[in-house]
């Protein structure tokens, strides 16, 4: 693994605000952030103003953030994952493999439109999995 693990907060159509919230707080910046209008990827045209994808960062604190899609809108509990950024296909194929085996997947493993590998498993502790390899 390249590093720590990285969580992940899921909203459901308050990630910028949430992220001013935190701006606040913590006195950080937003490092990335790609609404899903500006994604290659197929999303409807009333969340084309939610965050797809950001970074927060404020020294050694760093969170991602997105809003949720359609659908699968986030509730206490679910709206957290914790990403692990994989160093190879082998370490993401083998971390997939063992977590699936009594997980369930919600997003199979798959090359993605930001080049990476990429899957979301949740285990069978209610624990969400992002597990990604950018190639």
Request: charged letters at 25%; aromatic letters at 14%; proline letters at 5%.
């Amino acid at each position: 693994m390249k590093h720590q693990i990285t969580p992940y907060f899921s909203f459901n159509g308050e990630g910028k605000e949430a992220l001013e919230y935190y701006k606040e707080v913590f006195e950080g910046e937003v490092t990335e952030l790609q609404t899903f209008g500006e994604a290659d990827f197929p999303s409807p045209p009333e969340i084309s103003e939610g965050i797809m994808h950001a970074k927060f960062k404020k020294g050694d604190l760093f969170f991602m953030v997105s809003d949720s899609f359609p659908g699968q809108e986030p509730t206490v509990g679910n709206n957290i994952s914790l990403v692990l950024e994989l160093e190879s296909e082998e370490e993401i194929d083998t971390y997939y493999s063992r977590l699936t085996e009594k997980g369930t997947v919600i997003m199979e493993l798959q090359d993605t439109f930001w080049g990476a590998k990429f899957a979301k498993v949740k285990d069978p502790y209610g624990i969400n999995w992002d597990l990604n390899y950018t190639k």
